[in-house]
């Protein structure tokens, strides 16, 4: 696929350059938190929308080998044919509490990365309800990283592909207990590549340890959880 026939997709394969050309289409967003929640929220959703798909489309057409294009191509899928609830909000913390995302959850991953986009699989409690289904979270801190720190923006985007990914293979009914390991997997395959092309960059602390957890990436798995199409696993 050419810059041409997707969009927001750049000639340069560099993940620094992963965001140019929304950057250029929202330079009115503004570029911290508190200036883009001051714009309107059609502003806010468009501008996160583009900014979340041009990462999966980098993924899918730039990524450093089949399995993060993959991944890229499986959750841009998924995500443009609204086969999965895709939310915006100003504090994903909140926003994941006030859904009845179950508490662990939210103090285990959601405060520990609230500027990364979050998938939430299972039941959702609100009051005497119970909701079933897949929801994806994006807070306006994602655009913030996108714009300031697109590596890290991108990593974030290869988990979320992988969960995605996983949950396309109904990895999430079958095997439920790994799909967070298989996420940070692929988030640090992608980031032991983007690190050795781009040395100079910082990681969050976060990222650092999925790093270290996964010094191969998803290779740092059991062999049969990363082969490529293998609908038992990744």
Known sequence: M?????????ESDSALDAFSQVNQQHFMIGKTANEIVSKDQKTIVAAGRDYFVAGLRFLENHGYDPYLREVGRVAQFW???????????SDVVVAA???????????EDVERKPNEPHVFIGNMIKGKIVQTGTRLLIPVGFIVNAQRQPIEAIAALAGIGSE???????????????LRGRAEATQAHFLKE??????????SPHL????ANYPEGIKSLHEGRYKLGNRGYV
Request: proline residues 8%; charged residues 20%.
């Open 194 to 203: 983007a690190t050795a092309r781009h040395p100079e960059i910082g990681l």
């Open 208 to 211: 650092r340890l999925a790093l």
């Open 164 to 178: 995605i990914r996983d949950i396309s293979y109904a990895m999430d009914i079958i095997d439920p207990g790994n």
């Open 97 to 107: 509490r006030a859904m009845g995302i179950p508490e662990t959850k939210v103090t």
């Open 2 to 10: 050419t810059a041409e026939e997707a969009p927001h997709l750049p």
């Open 79 to 89: 995500v443009s044919k609204n086969m999965i609830g895709v939310l915006f909000t």
